[in-house]
T-cell receptor, first 109, second 116 residues
């Protein structure tokens, strides 16, 4: 059983569409991170959210941390083919970080 | 350039033949970790190390060993590999100083192991 459940598992959309992916858990995390991974590479950090209810924007990407610090969402506006990749959320515990299984996003031109 | 370097990138081997995957980081990070990535399961932690000579089991440690004799190196050892250890492996490091877990983990580019 995944500690962090990500949905959807796969998402294929056309360029210009908006999308939201979710990261849910029954556990409370001190912080939550979103990573993006491209084929043949390791994950790369996009953002860290720390405070319940926090919203962070990174160009066309908007990240939100749930009020109870158990869940998070990533919204992409006007998706582009360059956004294609595996998006992973990770929650920080005491001495470790747990990852979700990821959402594999494909943006078609 | 700050980086985490894993070797080899690809390895095909046979059941029972001992192998070591090396991991080295040049950022003086205290924390290092090994993950395996399998379809639908995401990144699962194998072992981690908070500092030199300190290692702990992650979620899936069976069949693996690690050591942390120097701060920069954290090798992953498969004493007797089996086919269920076929996977994509990632090493990562993190500075546990100011900001702690709010800092990014830096990942290597991965090692794809196939155990026949």
């Amino acid at each position: 059983t995944q500690l962090l459940e990500q949905s959807p598992q796969f998402l294929s959309i056309q360029e210009g569409e908006n999308l939201t992916v979710y990261c849910n858990s029954s556990s409370v995390f001190s912080s939550l991170q979103w990573y993006r991974q491209e084929p043949g590479e390791g994950p790369v950090l996009l953002v860290t959210v720390v405070t319940g209810g926090e919203v962070k924007k990174l160009k066309r990407l908007t990240f939100q941390f749930g009020d109870a610090r158990k869940d998070s969402s990533l919204h992409i506006t006007a998706a582009q083919p360059g956004d294609t990749g595996l998006y992973l959320c990770a929650g920080a515990g005491n001495n470790d970080m747990r990852f979700g299984a990821g959402t594999r996003l494909t943006v078609k031109p | 350039e700050a980086q985490v370097t894993q070797n080899p990138r690809y390895l095909i081997t046979v059941t029972g033949k001992k192998l070591t995957v090396t991991c080295s980081q040049n950022m003086n990070h205290e924390y290092m970790s090994w993950y395996r990535q399998d379809p639908g399961l995401g990144l699962r932690q194998i072992y981690y190390s908070m500092n030199v000579e300190v290692t702990d089991k992650g979620d899936v440690p069976e069949g693996y060993k690690v050591s942390r004799k120097e701060k920069r190196n954290f090798p992953l050892i498969l004493e007797s590999p089996s086919p269920n250890q076929t996977s994509l492996y990632f090493c990562a490091s993190l500075s546990t100083g100011t900001g702690g877990w709010n800092q990014p983990q830096h990942f290597g580019d991965g090692t794809r192991l196939s155990i026949l």
